[in-house]
């Protein structure tokens, strides 16, 4: 099954971070994974299965006590197979009555013994009944030197199991011998879809330049995913040949085959092709034409723009659309200026809103450049994008610029949205600000999706807002020979009303009541220190104190001790309260 396959791949990997996978697994005694487990060497693997042999009842505990026994047998045997040079001694562990580990250990080692003298035992393996077996020969003879085992590969293609020819595809094309190009592309004819994709993967791995018209006629198909394979191999292929090949392909290529070329062409990022993508920018083709701008859009340097700025000064209508729509693509910053421009200048209305689209999205979060697209934007379409981004800006700009879209009916669910947007990031730095502005978003009636969050919101804010923020701090204290359980009953000068105090500041981007002595204070071990506020209360009512501390924690009121834990711990928020009557004033 699914399972036993995945505990198959980890028990070969052989590596020591699949065993603490594997033993979180294990529950029954018939399980795979323990045989998994007990297949991997070393001290990692071993001490796990005796932690599980000496916690497991039965009948688990024999089980595992089985597997320890079988694991000591096996893998000496396998440190044997793999350290011998004879082999005559090896091939008995080629027995199917083995255990795989040990007759796939068998089998590489053989292969790394004989070299082409193996082959006919790597091919008859190819029928074998275990998979990781029959893998293990298409590896052995993907790295055997010489051309007598990419002729073995190759004349195996038709009779091997169907499960076994993707990775004897891939195994020719890693090989890197031309020689097969024309069996990989008969491959990709393969009624099989694994074979195809597979085939086109490795006509990109044996990089052979006479492949590239090929592989972007399979790319032109859009045959999802062997078009995407064929795209990948085109922009991955290796060597100096390729790109002039690819060049050679455009000039007598067309339609979607040249397209494909181009964008090749641009994903490869090959330096002297820039010239090559902006004449193809003017071709009579749209298709054409828009593979050279997506080309130059990825390229996204400042030579790639000039080549779009150009374009759009054409004087054909077509072009310049297409420039509006690369730039409004950019992958970063370079084109702001551009699309600004564009979005405030005499273009007709479809480019002016593309390229103001745009530069929202280049904006991102920046609230000088989203008021600038807020004073462009004449359609509630474009004003969302800019509420959108709003959302995720500065907490007090972003609500004063979302507010007056409060009373807008056709964008109040968005400027609503995105209020709650910022409330929500608002809470941990200023649950007071959040908790006024989920308010006002509450108040207004909300669609129910943002209702939803925004009471989310309001009952995380309600959590945190009343925080007490405003701390002072003392020094360190310490006494030779105290640990921290002695030093919480040892008072120190603060306690009688002397010692120097200085503002405790909260680091930033902290939750707004957790703060980290050590930065006030450096760093040091048995130590203790104090903290010290005032609150003002309107009036004389009831009230719970919260508090949380990584180990320690003494609490004074008006005086008077009314919460202490002298424990080891880490922080957690709320672990200490205190019940206290706060007096007005």
Not at 37 to 49: F, H, M, N, Y
Not at 350 to 361: E, K, S, T
Not at 382 to 399: H, M, N, P, Y
């Amino acid at each position: 099954d699914a399972k036993g396959e995945v505990c198959r791949i980890l028990a070969l990997s052989a590596r020591p971070e699949a065993v603490p996978v594997l033993a979180r697994l294990i529950k029954k005694p018939a399980d795979m994974t323990l045989y998994a487990l007990a297949s991997i060497p070393g001290l990692e693997s071993e001490k796990a299965l005796r932690d599980i042999f000496a916690a497991a009842a039965e009948p688990l505990k024999t089980a595992v006590g089985n597997e320890l026994l079988r694991r000591n047998a096996v893998l000496g045997a396998t440190d044997k197979v793999l350290a011998s040079t004879n082999p005559a001694e090896i091939r008995p562990y080629l027995d199917p009555r083995q255990s795989f580990v040990l007759r796939t250990a068998a089998l590489k080692r053989l292969a790394e013994l004989q070299g082409a003298a193996a082959i006919p035992v790597l091919v008859q393996a190819f029928q074998d009944g275990e998979p990781e077996f029959r893998a293990q020969a298409v590896r052995s003879l993907e790295g055997m030197a010489g051309p007598e085992a990419t002729r073995a590969l190759s004349a195996s293609l038709s009779s091997a199991p169907a499960v076994l020819k993707p990775l004897i595809v891939g195994a020719l094309g890693q090989r890197g011998d031309r020689g097969v190009r024309l069996t990989l592309q008969e491959a990709v004819s393969s009624p099989e879809p694994e074979i195809r994709i597979s085939a086109l993967r490795a006509l990109g791995a044996l990089s052979d330049p006479q492949s590239v018209g090929f592989l972007a006629e399979a790319a032109s198909r859009n045959q999802d995913p062997e078009s995407k394979a064929a795209r990948e191999s085109l922009a991955l292929m290796k060597g100096p040949e390729i790109n002039p090949a690819i060049r050679a392909q455009i000039k007598v290529a067309e339609g979607s085959v040249k397209g494909e070329l181009i964008k090749a062409l641009g994903r490869r990022k090959a330096e002297g092709d820039l010239e090559i993508l902006a004449a193809e920018t003017r071709n009579a083709d749209a298709g054409v034409r828009a593979a050279a701008f997506e080309a130059l859009c990825r390229r996204g340097d400042e030579k790639a723009r000039v080549a779009v700025i150009s374009a759009l000064k054409s004087g054909n209508v077509e072009v310049e659309e297409g420039a509006v729509r690369s730039l409004a693509e950019w992958p970063n910053d370079l084109a702001s200026a551009d699309l600004l421009a564009i979005a405030g200048g005499p273009s007709s209305l479809v480019r002016r809103i593309l390229a103001l689209r745009g530069f929202i999205r280049l904006a991102g979060s920046d609230p000088v450049k989203l008021d600038q697209a807020l004073k462009l934007a004449t359609r509630d379409e474009e004003k969302r994008l800019v509420l959108s981004g709003l959302g995720g800006g500065d907490f007090q700009e972003a609500a004063f610029r979302i507010r007056p879209f409060f009373n807008n009916p056709a964008l109040k669910g968005e400027a609503l949205a995105a209020a709650a947007s910022v409330a929500g990031r608002m809470v941990r730095q200023d649950p007071e600000g959040a908790w006024d502005l989920i308010a006002e978003v509450l108040a207004l009636n909300p669609p129910d999706k943002v209702r939803e969050e925004a009471e989310k919101v309001r009952e995380r804010a309600r959590r945190r807002k009343g925080y007490v923020l405003s701390w002072k701090v003392s020094e360190a204290y310490s006494k030779e020979g105290l640990g921290p359980k002695e030093l919480f009953d040892q008072p120190f000068p603060p306690e009688s009303g002397g010692g120097a105090w200085k503002d405790l500041s909260r680091p930033g981007g902290q939750e707004p009541a957790r703060f980290n002595l050590e930065e006030a204070l450096g760093t040091g071990d048995n130590r203790a220190a104090y903290l010290r506020t005032v609150v003002d209360s309107q009036s004389r009512r009831k009230a719970v104190l919260e508090m949380g501390s990584d180990d320690g924690l003494k609490v004074w009121f008006n005086g008077k001790v009314v919460a202490e834990s002298n424990i080891i711990r880490s922080y957690a928020e709320g672990d200490d309260k205190a019940e206290v009557t706060l007096e007005q004033g």
